[in-house]
């Protein structure tokens, strides 16, 4: 029984950083989808919510029978209540990749992105990435240091974030109405991404110290960019 | 020991409802704020942040406190492990309002919507209120049946928002580029807030019926509208 126990609280970090890993994955696809209009890749990409769905239900049915059957405490009570904490950021990362996905399916065979936008994408891709095998490598490790760092590189993806908006209200803006829309949802899809990253760090820091300082976007953390005009 | 373990299980519910009912008047006074271009208003709410991660961080002490000493199992860790949830997407749902208050206060003292986009956002704002005053009732009195419904009545938002989108798409959108961008971001905020509401409803039916069916955005939920073109 003691035995099952352990083995089941390994599992949980296990799901935790497995999902991280397909969180990342399911980014950096879905960024490629959008960059190169790649209508196939963004199919994949948005099929991919039903194994997220049943990774967090995986995680959590066994997060909650391990509460039922062995009352944890301590360290492995923190263990198991921050998984069920970093699940549903993880799962909504994955989310907020297939809404990526979604916007380059939705305008194909057009691109989404005009040529004088992409390169602002192709980092917030990159930072997003990033930030996901950051958090794959904090899960799997514990490594706290490496998890309190994280909220400064998110600041990365805040400053593309601001750069995104003063493109966007330059009067010189020359690609309408709809690519605004449309660019102003996914600057927001990654910046959200890079936020949950930053919650699942600090879930970490509480399963290792002990420290609640909440998770996403609580007032400890950075305001979301507010780009003035 | 047990009288107090009671009385800590009582609070953990009442916290919910009262949290519930600080994210329905967030957005209410952020609705009007935003409607009136009202800054004082404004600013009043964007303070509001403060006491909502207060309410946080208590009720997840509470539930902590009651995992590690009373090992709670059955309905009473069910009603614990739901609280821990719950009080992630209410605070969400309050950091939602405040952006919508910082969209407000941004813009002050021009207003942020055009006068042929008002009427949608008025009514976003009721349903918003409703939908929060439905959630407060819900985990008042744990009525599933009304947690069943919750996710039809947050329908109306998504129609609401696909009708936003529509209009921002339209040939004729005649309130140029920056007007598109904030009104974008608005319809997903309030969107969003819809969505918190019908997760926390979710979690209600777990903490009744022991059915995990997931809480933001699962699979099982109703898509995120996406305005065909």
């Known amino acids: 029984m003691r035995q099952a126990y352990h083995v089941q609280l390994a599992d949980l970090g296990d799901h935790g950083s497995r999902m991280a890993r397909l969180a990342g994955d399911t980014m950096r696809d879905a960024s490629r989808a959008l960059l190169e209009a790649d209508l196939a890749l963004a199919e994949r990409v948005i099929n991919r919510d039903v194994v997220l769905d049943d990774m967090r239900a995986t995680t959590e049915d066994v997060a909650l029978e391990l509460l039922a059957l062995q009352s944890p405490v301590a360290s492995d009570l923190r263990s198991v209540v921050s998984a069920l904490w970093i699940v549903a950021d993880l799962q909504r990362m994955g989310t907020l990749a297939i809404h990526v996905a979604k916007a380059a399916r939705r305008r194909h065979p057009a691109a989404v992105l005009p040529d004088g936008i992409r390169p602002v994408f192709e980092r917030m891709g990159g930072v997003a990435a990033h930030l996901a095998d950051r958090t794959e490598v904090i899960l799997r ?6 998890a309190r760092q994280l909220d400064g590189e998110d600041s990365l993806m805040d400053d593309l974030h ?20 449309d660019i102003s949802l996914l600057g927001r899809f990654y910046e959200r991404f890079g936020d949950h990253a930053v919650a699942v760090s600090r879930r970490v820091i509480f399963l290792v110290t002990g420290e609640n300082v909440g998770g996403d976007t609580t007032v400890y953390g950075a305001p979301p960019p507010e780009p003035e005009r």
């Not at 490790?141 to 490496?146: A, C, S, Y």
């Not at 601001?162 to 829309?181: I, N």
């Open 162 to 181: 601001s750069e995104l908006f003063t493109a966007l209200m330059a009067p010189d803006w020359a690609y309408g109405v709809q690519a605004a829309v």
């Open 141 to 146: 490790t514990r490594d706290i240091e490496l």
